[in-house]
């Protein structure tokens, strides 16, 4: 017996009166009753006594629950006291029963022995405890402790006819004298947490086991006082079937019998031709913990299996594997939210038809109907299973009851008579079964666009749900598809594909990678279950980024002398001297002094980029790029993307692997008539560079490579992405360097075929291979050079200052003159201030408008000062002047004045206008100047995700001892509150002040606080970082240009736009809010470094779920070196507080994995953010900043057949412009579109583009197809296309050995005979058309002829096998033939 069922079977309740559960109120009443003692002259020294505790109906004389029965307890007796019971018990119930007539009866038994050894109960008393008073309150819990008095005899006198309500009216009862039991009754509102775990009316005390809830806390053993559920766990069931034995139909027709013989029997009729027919098959799940559903159960409907195989319903067993139709089959799945992983859970089915009556007998209904109506309702079987611990994601198989066995949903159910059956039923005659497949995976949720903007917080918060099983086995995976696609609808016959754990794979790469919505693998959790704080859903990827490559030439000298013969910009040092070309340093030789003592501190950084070649190794998976575009982020500089190159042959593509030239592409198309490559400079001068950044920027070229995104520029396809170290660029003393870099342009490219299963993925301690293949596609050209630059001298400031040992802000002095009011100051060569005084009206702008607004010749113009007068206080200001003129225009109320009275009057009018603007601003004026004396100001310069540290000197200029409350205008900005982070900046910064512990005090608003002694200086420690960074949302990237003359232009680092500046003004205050000092910090934001580049390709509207294993931290450029106490563990922010991204330590020794949560927006969106990890707790400065793009794009699934043609369409909706477009696809080869050219797309239109998919090999395979205007080269929307490719049937094999190393090729020849009796047309095609070509692509053979078809093999470079298929397809391109032959080259 399971443990659901005793827990089932020990929990029975008695349902109320029928009256009572027509009338039932909505809403319960929890209550808790504490049974104290019993005391009394009736008790016996030394007798057991025991408490029982039922729910009566007064009203209609009913018991109903069920009995509670306490634990014995001995009398004993302390004279001059009577004797007493101790029980010390507690009772906890609800009801919805509010009436005056609801009780709970308690009655005392006392246990005595009996001759033979046994024990006899004999009933002492009973008391009656009022629930609810006269209304349908509960009893007024005032009083504490109430004295219950005892009647004589048992309850079961409450069942006597002529009892009365209430009990005082009884004259049959009688009172024991001296006796009663103290109790307390209260109404218990935590109680109502767990309602859906506890019945009504079954009472049960706090020492019982409540499947659902945890222990209680500590030494407290009442879980029912304050109650804690346990964590459920979200379960799926899928593929469900119901088999009836010994088959559907002879089940239901027997049943149908039997249902129209009781028809006919209950309306006393004879055999009317009418009859009873199966309207619908209803399955009720729910889940039940043993007292009761958890949840209303979930109603689904059933279809016979031979009608879904005819309807061609996804996602259901075909007949092939259940077996001749003959099952009940669910269509969708089934989620169950409300599983606990506790043994007394279970999921419960109940199956029930729904019959109908084409007409009626004796004008009578069918038994059961309700008005009238020829309906019915039936329940035929139930189930129940309960989930083993440990047992994972299975088949699972269970034996459907049926019978007058007790059920958990409290309904009567058919029972197959046995004299019908025949014996091959056996067991089984009575029963049947019900199958599914049980799973915790979590399906990838769709999400809407408000949903993306609102972000549910609480599932972002959440982390993934533990597993069923804490140590599940793991299930191969039949499933020919790959990683993330939807099953596809399945014809007659086609058997299911299994969808276990084992089918998930994931992508190890860094800058492509689709992740699609299909079941995650989830980690499994200890033998105690419990949430896990980080858990990775998919297998990680790992963060190795692109090798740095080589500079290795493989062109030949001819090639090169070419190439560098086209005319290319020279590159000329500071004396105007051309550079030599040299080769990169080695990296042992480089030394930091060099650097430092190298008297040209400037460097002119140049980037060259001249040619892009095709890799001799590339295959014809993708056609060649006519015009490419890059894009790639240097240093802090923003990030650049490039006009588009047109790609120009040298030779005329007589080379091998010939490279082309870059030649730049005008706005109108033409090509740039100067001369080729794209040459980029960027100015680093320590004029422009923080304090001490130069060290910064010289650390960054030793350490860091280059990433470059190459893009196709007409269908804006990624082509590959190229690294290059910037080591090369050191000058280590020389006046210019130049170098020439070949650089390999790789893509990544899924393999399907290697699944690397969920458990051992999640396995740390090392990376196993995640199917992904490096395809080098081209080679990129580029020179670097580095031009030094004597430095910039700056007044007061040296060319290379180390940074400030103080951090240290003064607070301001208040000597000398106050700027303010009409009054600008000026720096004096002596050190001193000088202030001249200007007129209001060019200080305040709204004064000028106002002084100048009647009269458009006056003199004065109001300055331009944005932000003083408005756009609309400037109309108001017009609107007023020109009412003023029309009143003076007024000749016949005005009279005429003479010219030096009117200019008399407009003087007055402006003086009394000046005097009025005196004394509104005067206020202002003197409180502005008394804030500036006490206000100090400090320039930060920001870099995402760097805290600035420095510390404030406050001063108490008071006589007496204040506390100072600090309050600051801005979150990015903070106090360091925690001495130990406090002491770890000074130790960043080499600070020597002293740091003080426990200074600050939290007010309740989290605002701290410091004491201040009078005339004392304290430093109060500061700290800012930002993690904002560009906006979230970016547009599609394209060829955005970088403007005239970008292919010179010079890109200066303090000029570049870094952002705007922001203010943040901290206030000191003392009681009362007057403030003793004000701290303006002004933030000027610089670019970041950006060490690696991830693309991630999504469907568009859903969550990406990623994660990214980090590599060891000492191969991290600017790691740390000598790090006490091993290695360090590694934290993550993300710049987007919509995205979750957390990381975990999993031990020592062990790598750790990043998991980020992303809401992709709407096609063709891409959305941008950044990653900060940091070694230290305290996240001071980032040792590697990552940048992520995640590719927002429309999902289409696509089942095919390799080698054969499936067409399909895609449905284009136009813009509200009409726009000239073309659809590219990354695989022309596969994929064909219809238009194949440019074509109109009419404005707010709908347009059908053909799709025909022909893949070369079985398998998952992910498509890309752009639709780009030609005319703007912008990206109007995107697909990913998801291809789930069936291997087709061999029906011949061959094979042949040919020699290898080259040579001519060879001829051969094979036969085909036509199957069909009339003459058919044939087409042929290959899944490796660079080894097979065929002499003919079709031919047409007459009916039972044999035709010879010629192939021609391709020779081979290396030795080894393949296996080429040759498709035979008809007129249709449907496959009516596959030969596979298998070449070994030797």
Same mark, same amino acid.
């Given at each position: 017996?399971?443990?659901?069922?005793?827990?089932?079977?020990?929990? /029975?309740?008695?349902?109320?009166?029928?009256?009572?559960?027509?009338?039932?109120?909505?809403?319960?009443?929890?209550?808790?009753?504490?049974?104290?003692?019993?005391?009394?002259?009736?008790?016996?020294?030394?007798?057991?006594?025991?408490?029982?505790?039922?729910?009566?109906?007064?009203?209609?004389? @009913?018991?109903?629950?069920?009995?509670?029965?306490?634990?014995?307890?001995?009398?004993?007796?302390?004279?001059?006291?009577?004797?007493?019971?101790?029980?010390?018990?507690?009772?906890?119930?609800?009801?919805?029963?509010?009436?005056?007539?609801?009780?709970?009866?308690?009655?005392?038994?006392?246990?005595?022995?009996?001759?033979?050894?046994?024990?006899?109960? *004999?009933?002492?008393?009973? %008391?009656?405890?009022?629930?609810?008073?006269?209304?349908?309150?509960?009893?007024?819990?005032?009083?504490?402790?109430?004295?219950?008095? *005892?009647?004589?005899?048992?309850?079961?006198?409450?069942?006597?006819?002529?009892?009365?309500?209430?009990?005082?009216?009884?004259?049959?009862?009688?009172?024991?004298?001296?006796?009663?039991?103290?109790?307390?009754?209260?109404?218990?509102?935590?109680?109502?947490?767990?309602?859906?775990?506890?019945?009504?009316?079954?009472?049960?005390?706090?020492?019982?086991?409540?499947?659902?809830?945890?222990?209680?806390?500590?030494?407290?053993?009442?879980?029912?006082?304050?109650?804690?559920?346990?964590?459920?766990?979200?379960?799926?069931?899928?593929?469900?079937?119901?088999?009836?034995?010994?088959?559907?139909?002879?089940?239901?027709?027997?049943?149908?019998?039997?249902?129209?013989?009781?028809?006919?029997?209950?309306?006393?009729?004879?055999?009317?031709?009418?009859?009873?027919?199966?309207?619908?098959?209803?399955?009720?799940?729910?889940?039940?913990?043993?007292?009761?559903?958890?949840?209303?159960?979930?109603?689904?409907?059933?279809?016979?299996?031979?009608?879904?195989?005819?309807?061609?319903?996804?996602? !259901?067993?075909?007949?092939?594997?259940? %077996?001749?139709?003959?099952?009940?089959?669910?269509?969708?799945?089934?989620?169950?939210?409300?599983?606990?992983?506790?043994?007394?859970?279970?999921?419960?089915?109940?199956?029930?038809?729904?019959?109908?009556?084409?007409?009626?007998?004796?004008?009578?209904?069918?038994?059961?109907?309700?008005?009238?109506?020829?309906?019915?309702?039936?329940?035929?079987?139930?189930?129940?299973?309960?989930?083993?611990?440990?047992?994972?994601?299975?088949?699972?198989?269970?034996?459907?009851?049926?019978?007058?066995?007790?059920?958990?949903?409290?309904?009567?159910?058919?029972?197959?008579?046995?004299?019908?059956?025949?014996?091959?039923?056996?067991?089984?005659?009575? #029963?049947?079964? /019900?199958?599914?497949?049980?799973?915790?995976? #979590?399906?990838?949720?769709?999400?809407?666009?408000?949903?993306?903007?609102?972000?549910?917080?609480? $599932?972002?918060?959440?982390?993934?749900?533990?597993?069923?099983?804490?140590?599940?086995?793991?299930?191969?995976?039949?499933?020919?598809?790959?990683?993330?696609?939807?099953?596809?609808?399945?014809?007659?016959?086609?058997?299911?594909?299994?969808?276990?754990?084992?089918?998930?794979?994931?992508?190890?790469?860094?800058?492509?990678?689709?992740?699609?919505?299909?079941?995650?693998?989830?980690?499994?959790?200890?033998?105690?279950?419990?949430?896990?704080?980080?858990?990775?859903?998919?297998?990680?990827?790992?963060?190795?980024?692109?090798?740095?490559?080589?500079?290795?030439?493989?062109?030949?000298?001819?090639?090169?002398?070419?190439?560098?013969?086209?005319?290319?910009?020279?590159?000329?040092?500071?004396?105007?001297?051309?550079?030599?070309?040299?080769?990169?340093?080695?990296?042992?030789?480089?030394?930091?002094?060099?650097?430092?003592?190298?008297?040209?501190?400037?460097?002119?950084?140049?980037?060259?980029?001249?040619?892009?070649?095709?890799?001799?190794?590339?295959?014809?998976?993708?056609?060649?790029?006519?015009?490419?575009?890059?894009?790639?982020?240097?240093?802090?500089?923003?990030?650049?993307?490039?006009?588009?190159?047109?790609?120009?042959?040298?030779?005329?593509?007589?080379?091998?692997?010939?490279?082309?030239?870059?030649?730049?592409?005008?706005?109108?198309?033409?090509?740039?008539?100067?001369?080729?490559?794209?040459?980029?400079?960027?100015?680093?001068?320590?004029?422009?560079?923080?304090?001490?950044?130069?060290?910064?920027?010289?650390?960054?070229?030793? $350490? @860091?490579?280059?990433?470059?995104?190459?893009?196709?520029?007409?269908?804006?396809?990624?082509?590959?992405?190229?690294?290059?170290?910037?080591?090369?660029?050191?000058?280590?003393?020389?006046?210019?360097?130049?170098?020439?870099?070949?650089?390999?342009?790789?893509?990544?490219?899924?393999?399907?075929?290697?699944?690397?299963?969920?458990?051992?993925?999640?396995?740390?301690?090392?990376?196993?291979?995640?199917?992904?293949?490096?395809?080098?596609?081209?080679?990129?050209?580029?020179?670097?050079?580095?031009?030094?630059?004597?430095?910039?001298?700056?007044?007061?400031?040296?060319?290379?200052?180390?940074?400030?040992? #103080?951090?240290?802000?003064?607070?301001?002095?208040?000597?000398?003159?106050?700027?303010?009011?009409?009054?600008?100051?000026?720096?004096?060569?002596?050190?001193?201030?000088?202030?001249?005084?200007?007129?209001?009206?060019?200080?305040?702008?709204?004064?000028?408008?106002?002084?100048?607004?009647?009269?458009?010749?006056?003199?004065?113009?109001?300055?331009?000062?944005?932000?003083?007068?408005?756009?609309?206080?400037?109309?108001?200001?017009?609107?007023?002047?020109?009412?003023?003129?029309?009143?003076?225009?007024?000749?016949?109320?005005?009279?005429?004045?003479?010219?030096?009275?009117?200019?008399?009057?407009?003087?007055?009018?402006?003086?009394?206008?000046?005097?009025?603007?005196?004394?509104?601003?005067?206020?202002?004026?003197?409180?502005?100047?008394? #804030?500036?004396?006490?206000?100090?100001?400090?320039?930060?310069?920001?870099?995402?995700?760097?805290?600035?540290?420095?510390?404030?000197?406050?001063?108490?200029?008071?006589?007496?001892? @204040?506390?100072?409350?600090?309050?600051?205008?801005?979150?990015?900005?903070?106090?360091?509150?925690?001495?130990?982070?406090?002491?770890?900046?000074?130790?960043?910064?080499?600070?020597?002040?002293?740091?003080?512990?426990?200074?600050?005090?939290?007010?309740?608003?989290?605002?701290?606080?410091?004491?201040?002694?009078?005339?004392?200086? /304290?430093?109060?420690?500061?700290?800012?970082?930002?993690?904002?960074?560009?906006?979230?949302?970016?547009?599609?990237?394209?060829?955005?240009?970088?403007?005239?003359?970008?292919?010179?232009?010079?890109?200066?680092?303090?000029?570049?736009?870094?952002?705007?500046?922001?203010?943040?003004? /901290?206030?000191?205050?003392?009681?009362?809010?007057?403030?003793?000092?004000? *701290?303006?910090?002004?933030?000027?934001?610089?670019?970041?470094?950006?060490?690696?580049?991830?693309?991630?390709?999504?469907?568009?509207?859903?969550?990406?779920?990623?994660?990214?294993?980090?590599?060891?931290?000492?191969?991290?450029?600017?790691?740390?070196?000598?790090?006490?106490?091993? &290695?360090?563990?590694?934290?993550?922010?993300?710049?987007?507080?919509?995205?979750?991204?957390?990381?975990?330590?999993?031990?020592?020794?062990?790598?750790?994995?990043?998991?980020?949560?992303?809401?992709?927006?709407?096609?063709?969106?891409?959305?941008?953010?950044?990653?900060?990890?940091?070694?230290?707790?305290?996240?001071?400065?980032?040792?590697?900043?990552?940048?992520?793009?995640?590719?927002?794009?429309?999902?289409?699934?696509?089942?095919?057949?390799?080698?054969?043609?499936?067409?399909?369409?895609?449905?284009?909706?136009?813009?509200?412009?009409?726009?000239?477009?073309?659809?590219?696809?990354?695989?022309?080869?596969?994929?064909?579109?219809?238009?194949?050219?440019?074509?109109?797309?009419?404005?707010?239109?709908?347009?059908?583009?053909? *799709?025909?998919?022909?893949?070369?090999?079985?398998?998952?395979?992910?498509?890309?197809?752009?639709?780009?205007? !030609? $005319?703007?080269?912008?990206?109007?929307?995107?697909?990913?296309?998801?291809?789930?490719?069936?291997?087709?049937?061999?029906?011949?094999?061959?094979?042949?050995?040919?020699?290898?190393?080259?040579?001519?090729?060879?001829?051969?020849?094979?036969?085909?005979?036509?199957?069909?009796?009339?003459?058919?047309?044939?087409?042929?095609?290959?899944?490796?058309?660079?080894?097979?070509?065929?002499?003919?692509?079709?031919?047409?053979?007459?009916?039972?002829?044999?035709?010879?078809?010629?192939?021609?093999?391709?020779?081979?470079?290396?030795?080894?096998?393949? &296996?080429?298929?040759?498709?035979?397809?008809? @007129?249709?391109?449907?496959?009516?033939?596959?030969?596979?032959?298998?070449?070994?080259?030797?």
């Amino acid at each position: 017996m399971s443990e659901w069922e005793r827990s089932f079977q020990r929990n /029975v309740v008695l349902p109320p009166h029928c009256q009572r559960r027509r009338t039932r109120r909505p809403g319960s009443t929890a209550f808790r009753c504490v049974l104290k003692y019993l005391e009394g002259a009736a008790l016996t020294q030394g007798a057991e006594y025991q408490l029982r505790l039922s729910l009566f109906d007064a009203t209609y004389h @009913h018991f109903f629950g069920r009995t509670w029965r306490s634990s014995r307890r001995a009398a004993r007796a302390a004279p001059p006291r009577p004797a007493r019971a101790a029980f010390n018990e507690t009772v906890y119930f609800h009801t919805s029963l509010n009436h005056p007539g609801i009780a709970a009866v308690v009655e005392v038994v006392a246990t005595a022995g009996k001759g033979d050894g046994g024990s006899q109960h *004999l009933s002492c008393g009973f %008391g009656l405890i009022p629930l609810f008073g006269n209304g349908s309150e509960a009893t007024d819990p005032a009083a504490e402790d109430r004295a219950l008095k *005892l009647y004589h005899g048992t309850p079961r006198a409450l069942l006597h006819p002529r009892f009365q309500d209430p009990v005082e009216k009884n004259k049959y009862l009688t009172v024991m004298e001296k006796s009663h039991l103290q109790y307390a009754l209260k109404t218990h509102q935590p109680l109502e947490t767990i309602f859906h775990l506890l019945p009504e009316n079954l009472l049960v005390s706090g020492l019982q086991t409540i499947p659902g809830l945890l222990p209680a806390h500590g030494d407290a053993s009442d879980c029912l006082q304050k109650p804690r559920l346990m964590k459920p766990v979200t379960c799926y069931l899928e593929r469900l079937s119901v088999r009836l034995y010994p088959s559907l139909e002879e089940f239901e027709e027997e049943l149908l019998d039997l249902l129209n013989s009781d028809r006919l029997l209950q309306a006393n009729a004879a055999p009317d031709g009418d009859g009873v027919a199966v309207r619908e098959r209803r399955l009720h799940v729910g889940v039940h913990n043993g007292l009761r559903f958890v949840q209303a159960p979930q109603v689904a409907v059933l279809v016979p299996e031979a009608e879904v195989v005819r309807g061609g319903c996804p996602g !259901v067993p075909g007949s092939g594997a259940r %077996g001749a139709g003959q099952a009940l089959v669910l269509r969708s799945r089934i989620q169950l939210s409300e599983m606990v992983p506790h043994p007394a859970f279970g999921v419960c089915f109940q199956l029930e038809y729904v019959f109908c009556s084409s007409g009626r007998a004796g004008g009578k209904a069918l038994p059961g109907s309700a008005h009238g109506e020829t309906a019915d309702i039936r329940s035929v079987r139930w189930a129940v299973w309960s989930p083993v611990l440990g047992a994972g994601e299975a088949e699972v198989v269970l034996p459907l009851r049926g019978g007058a066995c007790r059920g958990p949903c409290q309904t009567l159910v058919y029972r197959t008579p046995t004299s019908g059956r025949s014996s091959r039923q056996g067991k089984h005659v009575e #029963s049947g079964t /019900v199958q599914f497949y049980v799973s915790t995976d #979590s399906e990838e949720h769709l999400v809407t666009a408000a949903e993306i903007l609102r972000k549910d917080k609480d $599932e972002s918060e959440k982390p993934p749900t533990p597993s069923l099983s804490p140590q599940a086995p793991l299930r191969m995976a039949a499933s020919p598809r790959g990683p993330g696609l939807s099953a596809p609808a399945r014809g007659r016959g086609q058997p299911p594909a299994r969808r276990g754990r084992g089918s998930r794979q994931e992508g190890g790469i860094t800058h492509l990678e689709a992740d699609l919505g299909s079941p995650d693998p989830e980690p499994r959790a200890g033998d105690q279950l419990r949430a896990l704080p980080f858990a990775p859903l998919q297998v990680p990827i790992a963060a190795v980024g692109l090798q740095a490559g080589s500079s290795r030439t493989l062109l030949s000298r001819a090639s090169l002398a070419r190439l560098h013969a086209a005319g290319f910009p020279e590159i000329l040092d500071h004396n105007q001297e051309p550079v030599e070309i040299s080769e990169p340093v080695d990296p042992a030789s480089f030394s930091p002094r060099l650097e430092e003592a190298d008297p040209l501190q400037g460097n002119e950084i140049i980037l060259q980029f001249l040619a892009f070649g095709r890799d001799a190794q590339d295959g014809v998976e993708g056609t060649w790029p006519r015009t490419i575009f890059l894009t790639f982020q240097f240093y802090r500089f923003p990030p650049v993307t490039t006009p588009r190159l047109q790609l120009v042959s040298t030779d005329g593509g007589l080379a091998a692997v010939p490279a082309q030239l870059l030649v730049r592409v005008n706005k109108d198309g033409t090509l740039d008539t100067g001369p080729p490559g794209l040459q980029l400079k960027y100015m680093v001068d320590p004029a422009f560079l923080r304090p001490g950044e130069q060290r910064w920027f010289v650390r960054y070229l030793a $350490e @860091h490579s280059l990433q470059i995104d190459v893009w196709d520029g007409d269908s804006l396809l990624l082509v590959g992405s190229a690294a290059v170290k910037l080591e090369p660029l050191l000058r280590q003393g020389r006046a210019a360097v130049r170098t020439h870099h070949e650089l390999e342009v790789a893509t990544t490219e899924y393999e399907p075929d290697v699944t690397v299963m969920g458990r051992e993925a999640l396995r740390h301690g090392a990376l196993r291979p995640l199917g992904v293949r490096v395809a080098v596609r081209g080679r990129l050209h580029l020179c670097l050079a580095n031009i030094g630059h004597p430095c910039e001298e700056t007044p007061g400031q040296p060319p290379s200052l180390p940074p400030p040992r #103080s951090r240290v802000v003064p607070a301001p002095d208040g000597a000398g003159s106050i700027p303010a009011g009409g009054w600008i100051s000026l720096n004096a060569a002596v050190g001193g201030r000088v202030s001249r005084a200007r007129r209001l009206a060019e200080v305040d702008g709204e004064l000028a408008a106002a002084l100048c607004g009647r009269r458009p010749e006056a003199r004065l113009a109001p300055p331009a000062v944005p932000g003083e007068a408005t756009a609309a206080r400037r109309r108001k200001l017009r609107r007023m002047a020109l009412v003023r003129q029309r009143e003076d225009a007024g000749g016949e109320r005005t009279p005429q004045l003479s010219g030096w009275q009117e200019q008399r009057a407009r003087h007055l009018r402006d003086l009394q206008i000046i005097d009025a603007y005196r004394e509104r601003v005067k206020g202002e004026s003197i409180s502005r100047m008394l #804030s500036q004396a006490i206000t100090a100001t400090h320039t930060v310069h920001a870099v995402l995700g760097t805290a600035e540290f420095f510390e404030f000197a406050l001063k108490n200029p008071y006589g007496v001892q @204040h506390t100072v409350t600090i309050e600051v205008d801005h979150p990015e900005l903070s106090v360091i509150l925690d001495p130990r982070e406090w002491r770890h900046f000074k130790e960043l910064t080499k600070s020597v002040t002293p740091v003080e512990e426990e200074m600050f005090h939290l007010r309740d608003d989290l605002r701290p606080q410091v004491y201040l002694r009078p005339k004392e200086t /304290v430093r109060i420690p500061f700290k800012y970082q930002t993690f904002s960074a560009d906006p979230a949302v970016v547009v599609a990237q394209g060829p955005a240009g970088l403007g005239a003359g970008a292919d010179a232009a010079t890109r200066s680092l303090g000029k570049s736009g870094a952002g705007q500046t922001k203010h943040i003004q /901290v206030s000191f205050q003392v009681s009362g809010g007057k403030p003793i000092a004000l *701290l303006r910090v002004k933030v000027e934001p610089q670019p970041h470094v950006v060490d690696q580049t991830f693309r991630f390709y999504h469907p568009e509207l859903t969550f990406l779920k990623k994660t990214i294993r980090l590599p060891p931290w000492h191969t991290l450029p600017g790691a740390p070196v000598g790090m006490p106490g091993g &290695e360090p563990e590694m934290f993550v922010r993300c710049s987007d507080p919509d995205i979750i991204c957390e990381t975990k330590n999993m031990g020592p020794g062990e790598p750790q994995d990043i998991f980020l949560k992303v809401a992709g927006g709407p096609s063709p969106q891409i959305k941008k953010f950044f990653v900060a990890i940091y070694t230290d707790a305290w996240l001071a400065a980032p040792i590697q900043i990552w940048q992520f793009y995640l590719h927002s794009l429309q999902r289409l699934d696509v089942s095919c057949t390799a080698g054969q043609l499936s067409r399909l369409s895609l449905l284009l909706r136009g813009t509200p412009a009409p726009r000239r477009v073309q659809a590219f696809t990354s695989h022309p080869q596969e994929l064909e579109v219809d238009p194949d050219g440019t074509f109109l797309l009419p404005a707010n239109g709908i347009q059908d583009l053909y *799709l025909g998919v022909r893949p070369r090999r079985a398998g998952s395979r992910f498509i890309y197809l752009n639709l780009v205007d !030609v $005319e703007s080269h912008q990206l109007v929307s995107s697909w990913l296309l998801c291809l789930s490719c069936r291997q087709p049937l061999i029906s011949k094999a061959f094979e042949i050995s040919l020699p290898a190393g080259g040579g001519r090729g060879c001829n051969k020849r094979i036969t085909y005979t036509n199957p069909y009796p009339s003459p058919r047309l044939y087409f042929l095609c290959t899944n490796r058309p660079d080894l097979l070509q065929f002499k003919e692509d079709s031919f047409e053979v007459a009916g039972g002829e044999v035709y010879t078809i010629g192939l021609r093999f391709a020779p081979s470079q290396g030795a080894g096998e393949e &296996e080429i298929l040759i498709h035979i397809n008809d @007129h249709e391109d449907k496959n009516e033939e596959t030969f596979c032959v298998k070449v070994i080259y030797q």
